[in-house]
């Protein structure tokens, strides 16, 4: 885990040493990602995690909590002698359900005095795993219901035009007659957890707005969730 980021290992080019000298042996394309601010950066593409991180000097353990959306929590501890943890985040080749993940690495001495922290945020999307479902039609019902957890992603590329001006986000959720939330992001993409189930949410119609500070576009949606179960109209 550096620069609050978790670095995913993808693949590396083979090196071999001779008497003779140095050379490189060929290998397949690697995708190379150089915006530092891309959701990329904190997409799950495997289902399991390479975390790595970097010890500080004063730090003589580290303990790491996970923390999911839907309600899960993991939490492990390590001694100086361990600079990774492979991290299993489900058990299928694919994903079940999405989810968003907070991680947190937290350094300390070892009478237990905290000396540094690390951070990073990680969403597990189906469409990362295989194709993903296209709905075509633009006034499908499909596009207006909401059912189960979210994952919102937020980009500042989402305008086509430079990002330069943008160097934050701020989604704002808001129930028809109800409760009002403003989460503000200090970053310009990524992903938010919109933990629907088994929250004060409840049921009914969702404003939500999607803006970056110092540029004028502006994305608004509107959600429905209905009462889980069968309706039925008598008159």
């Known amino acids: 885990m550096q620069n609050k980021k978790i ?21 397949a394309p690697v995708l190379v990602d150089s915006d530092l601010r891309g959701a990329r950066w904190m997409t799950v593409f495997t289902n399991s995690v390479d975390v790595s991180w970097e010890w500080g000097t004063d730090a003589a353990k580290a303990r790491l909590d996970i923390t999911g959306m839907d309600g899960t929590a993991f939490t492990t501890n390590f001694t100086k002698a361990v600079s990774n943890y492979l991290w299993r985040v489900f058990a299928s080749d694919v994903p079940a359900a999405e989810d968003v993940y907070d991680l947190t690495l937290t350094f300390s001495t070892e009478a237990g005095a905290v000396v540094g922290a690390l951070t990073s945020r990680l969403a ?35 305008s086509g035009t430079s990002t330069n001006a943008a160097l934050s986000a701020q989604l704002v959720i808001a129930k028809r007659h109800g409760a009002v939330q403003t989460n503000a992001f200090p970053d310009v993409a990524g992903y938010y957890g919109w933990k629907i189930r088994r ?36 008159r």
């Open 124 to 158: 597990v999307v189906t469409g990362a795993f295989g194709a993903a479902a296209v709905n075509a039609v633009s006034n499908s019902p499909a596009w207006t219901k909401v059912k189960e957890n979210v994952v919102i992603p937020y980009d500042a590329s989402f």
């Open 199 to 234: 929250s004060n949410w409840g049921y009914g119609t969702f404003d939500l707005t999607l803006t970056f500070p110092g540029m004028t576009n502006e994305w608004t949606a509107e959600l429905t969730r209905q009462t889980d179960g069968m309706i039925f109209d008598m």
């Open 7 to 27: 670095t995913v290992v993808a693949s590396a080019m083979a090196l071999f040493l001779t008497a003779a000298g140095a050379f490189a042996t060929p290998s």
